[in-house]
T-cell receptor, first 116, second 112 residues
């Protein structure tokens, strides 16, 4: 399998549930990202990891908790979410986090999250 | 304040004609620009990029133009095909940073 794989593709959860999103990249990249896409809004950067270390937390509420156990895997742990957190959550990877020329992001297919 | 703007939420074009998608930015530190294409139920896929040292980059049917003085870039698709129907995102970043700032996207519909 190649590229960036995200599971699950769809998730419905209640506000009191705890769930996790999983991302795996098979590209040998050193950096991994979580983005949030809400309707009619730009993709919002949430977290960046470089070689398993978090280099950016873009003012994300603590009900979102990322985990990067190794450079190929990234998780987003969710707990006590709000209905306004319903969105498409996209994982991405890039070769390195300090962008050189011709660097680009490779995205997974996303998890469509609905919070009831 | 949105640093990357795509002011046209949607665009319809006849098959075989040219599609022109526009993007404006405000941050003069941006030096690298990308276009991504997104189909429903899929993640965005990289289409084409341009560095600020160039004013044009071409790849097959896709050409990106950069006007640094106007802080404007555009994506031209010629000829447009029905398979090009998708949402197109413009993104920008500054050298040495990991932050890619995205626009809100333009939904392109190519009519057969």
């Amino acid at each position: 399998e190649t590229g960036v794989t995200q599971t699950p593709r769809h998730l419905v959860m209640g506000m009191t549930n705890k769930k996790s999103l999983k991302c795996e990249q098979h590209l040998g990249h050193n950096a991994m990202y979580w983005y949030k896409q809400s309707a009619k809004k730009p993709l919002e950067l949430m977290f960046v990891y470089s070689l398993e270390e978090r280099v950016e937390n873009n003012s994300v509420p603590s009900r979102f908790s990322p985990e990067c156990p190794n450079s190929s895997h990234l998780f987003l742990h969710l707990h006590t979410l709000q209905p306004e957190d319903s969105a498409l959550y996209l994982c991405a990877s890039s070769q390195d986090w300090d962008r050189g020329d011709n660097e680009k992001l490779f995205f997974g297919s996303g998890t469509q999250l609905s919070v009831l | 304040d949105q640093q990357v703007k795509q002011n046209s939420p949607s665009l319809s074009v006849q098959e075989g004609r040219i599609s022109i998608l526009n993007c404006d930015y405000t941050n003069s530190m941006f030096d690298y620009f990308l276009w991504y294409k997104k189909y429903p139920a899929e993640g965005p896929t990289f289409l084409i990029s341009i560095s600020s040292i160039k004013d044009k980059n071409e790849d097959g049917r896709f050409t990106v133009f950069l006007n640094k003085s106007a802080k404007h870039l555009s994506l031209h698709i010629v000829p447009s095909q029905p398979g090009d129907s998708a949402v197109y995102f413009c993104a920008a970043s500054a050298l040495g940073t990991y932050k890619y700032i995205f626009g809100t996207g333009t939904r392109l519909k190519v009519l057969a």
